[in-house]
């Protein structure tokens, strides 16, 4: 992990937050390559969870929202988290992560790992941000930065059905910030305190949740392996024990990855939530939140499947997954070669396009060409500077699955030499003939 952390500041794709002023703990800037590959992520979940179904739709709602909201949930009063802190160096830790590291049920057991001191008694944290509206700060005035998306769908669960022509079994979904105020935020972009999440709420008949709880984490499952390319070994779901289940849960499973250094951890909650949510809100707000189901002519709080992914976590699976150190080269005799070997729908750059010389008018112009050309339809890079080996190299780094080279013969035949990534291959390619290759290979 401490290698993926130092790689992915060194090209660009992960940086610290605040850095010049020393940072701030649990919060993360996205660079060049980062946000372009958060960019692919987000428009891969749009494309396969929401544009590809009739029944889903989409919603953008604020990051702060009427503190009523947060009571109506159960956010206000059982967000929580169990506080400890040293009575010595006074060091603050999440207690429930201390007593699971030294398999141990009882805290007063431990001293503090940082200094060995006597630790304070637990108490609960909670993890909401809190901010003022307005001008005075006082009470009337707090408001809190969303800890998940959710919410926001079913306060507007009435306004998409009003307005959208929708029925039972449906689905909103959103993708958008979230803030916790997490107690020990820890593994890089794994555990931050402001993050994004991908999440749907799927609207169903009471009494059809087993079906479309599996048929969710069945889908999810498919999304990371057909679509994005993670290895099944790599994967696994986690049903929660009843016993450990929230009160008006009905089921939940945890899809896990197994991230070097941290092992086998949450990327995405798929949780069977019952009318909970709705209920909720039907009684807090005093608005009818329920549906009618003209065939039936039933009215109902429809049940909500939940499926909620975060996009960093997704985003740090698919670096650990596609990196990759080949200690001698593939050539079996060089230096070291690192290679991110992304699906090309994920890769921050799809292509690059390399003048095989560089003080050659001729080949320049040319090499330019052919970047306006593909840059107007695909994420491409142009790159001049140093050997073609070393730019071969640099793209590979950064998981570039196609670099094209434009040569003498170029000015000749009008064509190029496509180089793939992973096999090395080359391929020679007409000029007007590229958008389609790409367009079949990206
Ligand atoms: N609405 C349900 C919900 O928010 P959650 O399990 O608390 O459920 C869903 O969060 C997902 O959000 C997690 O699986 C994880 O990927 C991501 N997530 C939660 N807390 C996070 C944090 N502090 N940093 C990064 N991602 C986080």
Redesign the pocket.
């Known amino acids: 992990m401490e290698k993926i952390v130092s790689f992915c500041k060194r090209k660009g794709f992960i940086f610290q937050s605040s850095e010049i002023y020393g940072g701030l703990g649990g919060f993360y800037d996205y660079g060049p390559l980062g946000s372009q590959m958060k960019k692919n992520i987000k428009d891969s979940y749009l494309n396969f969870m929401v544009n590809s179904r009739p029944n889903i739709v989409g919603l953008d709602s604020a990051i702060i929202t009427n503190s009523k909201v947060w009571e109506a949930s159960g956010h206000l009063k059982n967000f929580t988290d169990p506080l400890t802190e040293c009575k010595s160096c006074h060091k603050r830790f999440r207690a429930d992560h201390l007593m699971e590291k030294n398999n141990v049920d009882d805290l007063s057991l431990l001293k503090c790992p940082e200094c060995g001191g006597d630790l304070m008694d637990v108490r609960n944290f909670n993890l909401m941000l809190k901010t003022f509206i307005g001008p005075v700060e006082d009470s009337s005035s707090v408001a809190y930065l969303r800890p998940?998306t959710?919410q926001s769908i079913f306060i507007n669960f009435k306004n998409v059905l009003d307005t959208q022509r929708i029925k039972v079994p449906f689905g909103i979904a959103q993708i958008g910030k979230?803030f916790?105020n997490?107690i020990t935020?820890s593994n890089f972009?794994?555990?931050?305190?402001e993050?994004e999440?991908m999440?749907m709420e799927f609207f169903i008949k009471p009494g059809e949740q087993e079906k479309w709880y599996k048929y969710w984490i069945n889908e999810s499952m498919r999304w990371y392996t057909e679509v994005l390319g993670i290895k099944k070994e790599n994967l696994r779901v986690k049903e929660a024990a009843k016993e450990d289940l929230a009160h008006y849960a009905i089921a939940c499973s945890?899809i896990e990855y197994n991230f070097p250094s941290i092992g086998w951890s949450?990327?995405?909650?798929i949780?069977s939530r019952g009318d909970y949510d709705l209920s909720q809100h039907e009684k807090f707000s005093g608005q009818e939140l329920k549906y009618f189901d003209e065939a039936s002519k039933e009215k109902y709080i429809p049940y909500v499947i939940?499926p909620?992914?975060?996009v960093?976590?997704?985003m740090l699976a698919l670096i650990c997954e596609a990196y990759t150190e080949i200690e001698k080269g593939r050539s079996g005799e060089g230096s070291k070669e690192i290679l991110l070997k992304f699906n090309s729908k994920i890769a921050p750059n799809k292509i690059a396009v390399l003048p095989l010389v560089k003080n050659k008018e001729v080949i320049t112009l040319k090499a330019k060409e052919v970047f306006d050309l593909l840059s107007s339809s695909f994420i491409t890079e142009y790159d001049e500077t140093g050997t073609v080996g070393k730019r071969y190299r640099r793209q590979d780094e950064i998981g570039t699955p196609f670099c094209v080279t434009i040569d003498f013969e170029t000015l000749e035949d009008n064509a190029v030499t496509i180089r793939n990534r992973d096999t090395m291959e080359q391929e020679r390619v007409l000029i007007n003939e590229l958008k389609e290759y790409f367009n079949k290979n990206v």
Not at 189 to 193: A, G, P, S, V, W
Not at 266 to 269: A, L, Y
Request: no cysteine; hydrophobic share 35%.
């Open positions: 998940e959710a979230a916790r997490e935020p972009i794994f555990r931050t305190r993050f999440q999440e945890d949450e990327i995405e909650g949780a939940e909620s992914v975060g960093d976590r997704l």
